[in-house]
């Protein structure tokens, strides 16, 4: 997921918990599919009750089912969460569908479908509905939802109704929150715990997250007219004819079933991430496109494609390249702009604690870190360096730019002071601008290394100069895509000390966060990474800045594990992805993950025909597959790689040739894995104590937030 970006208020979710506890049952499932061969997990449904047997029906969004590929399926069941715990199976419709909020002419009042069930409902409550006219701006609501993320049962989160319109309510969220998987959750009022809409739609707003909500009036509507006197209509029935014929004879789903934008019949099954059609004001979000940064829906989209080969090709090496992308999203393939901050204050000269340049010397302090350690290749910055290094072949240059800047700064000189050193230069350097050509980023990343560190730390110059590059406002060297994911990385090994000298921490930390605000605000995400002991013991710029940003905080306690860490990087959001030869039932011997959904592998391939795989899956239980046939002939001379996939391909090829000559793939990947199992628990258990600081730092510092403080700061300058 393009991610949710807001700062919110915690104590408000207490005050929402304390208002309406738990109850012993939870109140959603998630429905899974088979269309065809493929797993399909359409979002979250809710229970309702009715008076015919079996005592409830499942209701959900239009948008995560598409009639055709439901007209293939058999059946609809109802899970707990991630589990396999079935509550309940349908393999009809109550009533007659919705449809997507992205169809023409429709709305997100029309978005919803009610399933009768086979079976009553077990181990999940029934919800009343809220009764008419019962939304009101200002209302405190609660939503629940079965997250994508942890094999939870079902979470919540709090807002209050901001807009009420007969086609659509609008809540804005008090903290944020990951609602990938949500869409057809149910928007409880709070404290009836009635429901009063289904979850459809979110986007970034000035003051936090907005929701989109399909008021449950179109549901209550339904459930008064139910298709075959209750027994409901076989799935089948919606296939390719059925349904725009059943209309035409019975005239079932009223007005919102057949209002399109021209006033012609609907059309069925449109996908979730077609963009809304225009039908109101051009400032509406829900008129502007796919949810990326704008409003979309909740469902996971999951797009795989294999690039390279062809079906149908002829390959005469043992093992093929297979080259694709897989990414879980709500939109069209993304493209990301992503900018590596570099921190090279003077701290950084310390070392890491690790062979980071691979020379078998291990560099060590030299009196206490005020001279160069004694392998200059194994400071704190060079393993900056590596991990940057490492991140950049993450990437993939046909989605994604990347950009370099750098931070450090020094004070004002005082008078009859001598400046030496790096006063009097910038606090912060676009050492490269953003580039599909990833070799110059890492002949700048070279550079900075050559230089070396010095000055002191100005975080805040660091962010405004990224964001900078990012959205190409005036004093930027890059070019802006308004179409791009706009991602910042920052790496720092301790606390701001500018730009306020003299100690004013209290200071330096506020004009951090208000740079890390104007990012949100400018739609940039912030993953930071603290590194070392000193950033440690001071987290909470770099919590915060990720926190704000909807990012992710990373602490790293020995500096030179960041190499390793880094490689946790992903945009894609994939729980996992398989490439193997179905022919031979082989994995691939060899593959690469890219952080931005590109993929490379190799593939054990038997003489003749060979049918190769594909499979990826999200964290809320969607799968994908594709596959590709090629022709293995030995010796034949096979189709010339495309351009922008050789250096893929020579990474693959290169790793391949190295686990070979180690000797031991099996052994090292498992000897990897538990390492960097144990090293994920050690980094979630100094997140928690990084954070837990950065609450005491901030009562300690007396930081809260300060509307009149941050108005006062100018946003970033127009382009």
Known sequence: MAWARIAGLCGLLVWGAASAAPAAEPAVAKPRFVAGTELRVGGTAFFVAVDREPGAV??????????????????????????????????????????????????????????????????????????????????????????????????????????????QLEVRLDVPADLRGWGGGPVLRQPEGDVIGVLQAQWPGEDGLRLGIGPIDAVREALTRPLEGGLGRAFAHYGEGGVAASRTASGEGGEAASRTASGGPAREGAPADDAPRPSGSSDDPLRSGPLLGRAGALSTDLRLTIDYPADGDLVGDAEGFVAGRALALLGEFRRFDVILVIDTSDSTRAASGADVNANGVVGEDRLFGVFPTTDA?????????????????????????????????????????????????PSAVTEQALTVEYGRVEKALEHVLERGPD???????????????????????????????????????????????????????????????????????????????????????????????????????????????????????????????????????????????????????????????VVARTTDGSEAREQVVVHHLLGASPDETPPELVALRNQVLQRRVLSLKRGRIEAERSRNEELRRGLELEIEEERTAAEARAKQQRRDLRIEPDAAEDAAEAPPEAP
């Open 377 to 425: 290749g194994d400071s704190v910055l060079a393993a900056e360096i590596a991990a940057a290094t490492r991140v950049l072949e993450s990437f993939d240059p046909r989605s994604t730019r990347v950009g370099l800047v750098t931070f450090a700064g020094s004070p004002l000189p005082q008078p009859g002071a001598i400046s030496i050193g790096r006063r009097g230069g």
């Open 455 to 613: 000055g002191l730390t100005n975080m805040t110059e660091g962010l405004r100069t990224a964001v900078r590059e990012l959205k190409g406002f005036r004093g930027g060297v890059s070019k802006t895509d308004p179409g791009s994911e706009k991602v910042v990385l920052f790496f720092t090994d301790g606390q701001p000390t500018l730009p306020y000298d003299g100690g004013a921490i209290a200071q330096n930390v506020r004009s951090v966060l208000r740079a890390a605000d104007q990012a949100r605000r400018a739609g940039v995400t912030i993953h930071s990474f603290a590194i070392g002991p000193e950033a440690l013991d001071g987290p909470v710029a770099a919590v915060e800045m990720a926190r704000i940003t909807g990012g992710r905080f990373t602490p790293v306690r020995k500096p030179g594990d960041l190499v390793e860490v880094i490689q946790n990087v992903d945009f894609a959001n994939l729980e996992s992805l398989r490439v193997r030869n179905e022919t031979l039932d082989q994995p691939a011997s060899e593959l690469i993950q890219k952080a931005d959904g590109g993929f490379g592998a190799l593939v054990p391939l038997a003489a003749g025909r060979n049918v190769i795989e």
């Open 58 to 167: 499942a209701v959900t969004t239009a948008h995560a089912f598409p009639l055709s590929e439901l007209a293939k399926s058999q059946e609809v069941w109802f899970t707990l969460g991630r589990s396999e715990r079935r509550a309940t199976v349908s393999s009809r419709l109550w009533a007659a569908p919705g449809r997507p909020f992205s169809t023409p002419g429709a709305t997100l009042r029309d978005d919803f479908l009610v399933f009768a069930l086979d079976l009553a409902p077990t181990r999940v409550r029934t919800l009343p509905l809220c009764p008419a006219d019962c939304a009101k701006v200002g209302r405190r609501v609660r939503i629940f939802g079965a997250p994508a993320a942890a094999p939870h049962v079902q979470d919540d989160v709090f807002g209050e109704i901001t807009k009420v319109e007969d086609e």
